[in-house]
């Protein structure tokens, strides 16, 4: 969000390292750490290990929906 706020500024040059680097941590690093969050959730869900109202559904319904999001959105 970060970088679509930078580039509806009227200068996104001046903040254009920033925007490199929200933009690069945001490919590199969510969708794999979202990924791997979805992934635990749902093995510890299958185990019993937790049921599925201590993991808060609401949370783990909208990140499912984030990662879907994320994998359907082009590099």
Avoid: C
Avoid at 16 to 41: E, Q, R, Y
Wanted: hydrophobic share 65%; glycine share 4%.
């Amino acid at each position: 969000m970060l970088g679509y706020f930078v580039r509806m500024m009227g200068d996104p040059e001046a903040w254009s390292f920033l925007t490199k680097h929200v933009t690069i941590l945001g490919w590199l690093v969510a969708a794999p750490l979202n990924i791997l969050t979805v992934l635990i959730a749902v093995v510890m869900l299958l185990l019993k290990k937790v049921r599925f109202a201590d993991i808060h559904p609401y949370v783990f319904v909208l990140n499912v929906l984030i990662l879907l999001i994320q994998l359907a959105s082009p590099i």
